[in-house]
């Protein structure tokens, strides 16, 4: 019988691609979390991972056994939950996937909250684009998503949680006299954009498309992955962008960056939490969900957005 935590070794190496971040997140040595691997290579007789330097590969048999352990610890964590439902309890695994804005401005005080009400619950957070949380919670390795983007799937279910408001900022050097901006002149100035899974990105592209303008008819001096990134590359002078409101606030309020309205224009979006239809959800991620809605719409009056 294979041993429990030589199989988490192995899917953390798996995951992280590297066996010292393995060790950190488990809390173990980097020798102990290499013993655990070549324990089990050994008991498999197969070689499961690659040593390329500091690169660490799966080979096709470690393919193979990642995939089985990943359902057999879904299969455990079933059964716990299952069985904490013989008394009442909230407890078990959820794992959410946050866009940038929503995971660094919106989830962070909403999980802490959670997790001093249901200490019984292990809440994890997975950080991406928009695009890359909607693939992993149609994959099934995400439970919850929380996202700037909506997607028409039949397998995916998206509540509006929060509204956002997009807003276009500049450096005060690069804004000059400048208070407001033509939106027949924005191909005029330099672009500092989001990637192409972004949910700003397709947000920003279909308000340019509603007035037949092309997104890529924007001059695009730099692509950056993530809202901190966009905000240092503007604050360096080095162009417009579009950003939410909310995560640019304390820096317009200390003159580091200005808004510039946009004539004619106004930039609205919403945040969702999304679900997969099809998978079965035991009390823990039922009630976040819901502690999630009811909770944003205080955070929505806190900012002072509308509701719906």
């Excluded at 684009?129 to 997607?151: H, Q, R, W």
């Excluded at 005029?188 to 509603?210: C, H, I, P």
Aim: proline share 4%; net charge negative.
């Amino acid at each position: 019988m294979i041993d429990y935590r030589k199989l988490e070794a192995f899917c953390k190496v798996y995951e992280l691609q590297s066996f010292s971040r393995a060790g950190k997140d488990l809390f173990l040595s980097q020798p102990t979390i290499s013993a655990h691997v070549s324990a089990l290579e050994a008991e498999l007789n197969v070689p499961l991972l690659d040593r390329m330097g500091r690169v660490v590969l799966p080979t096709e048999a470690g393919v193979i056994l990642y995939k089985h352990a990943k359902e057999a610890f879904a299969s455990l964590a079933s059964a716990r939950a299952e069985i904490a439902q013989l008394h009442d309890e909230i407890s078990g695994e959820i794992v959410i996937g946050g866009s940038t804005i929503p995971a660094h401005y919106l989830l962070p005080g909403i999980m802490a909250s959670y997790m001093r009400l249901h200490t019984g619950v292990d809440v994890s957070l997975k950080v991406a684009d928009s695009e890359a949380v909607i693939n992993k919670l149609s994959s099934g390795e995400l439970t919850v998503g929380v996202v700037g983007a909506f997607e028409n799937d039949p397998e995916l279910t998206f509540v509006p949680i929060v509204d956002d408001e997009l807003v276009v900022i500049a450096s005060p050097e690069y804004a000059g006299e400048r208070k407001e901006l033509p939106f027949e002149e924005l191909s005029k100035y330099d672009w500092v954009m989001r990637e192409q899974g972004s949910g700003t990105r397709k947000a920003f592209a279909n308000a340019l498309a509603e007035r037949n303008v092309d997104i890529r008819s924007l001059p695009s001096v730099v692509q950056v992955e993530s809202t901190n990134a966009v905000i240092q590359f503007v604050k360096a002078g080095m162009g417009l962008s579009i950003t939410s409101r909310l995560a640019v606030a304390s820096e317009v309020e200390r003159g580091d960056l200005c808004i510039l309205p946009v004539s004619d224009m106004k930039l609205h979006r919403k945040f969702y939490c999304a679900y997969h239809n099809r998978r079965h959800y035991f009390p823990a991620t039922q009630s976040f969900i819901q502690y999630l809605k009811e909770n944003t719409r205080t955070m929505r009056d806190d900012a002072g957005f509308e509701h719906e």
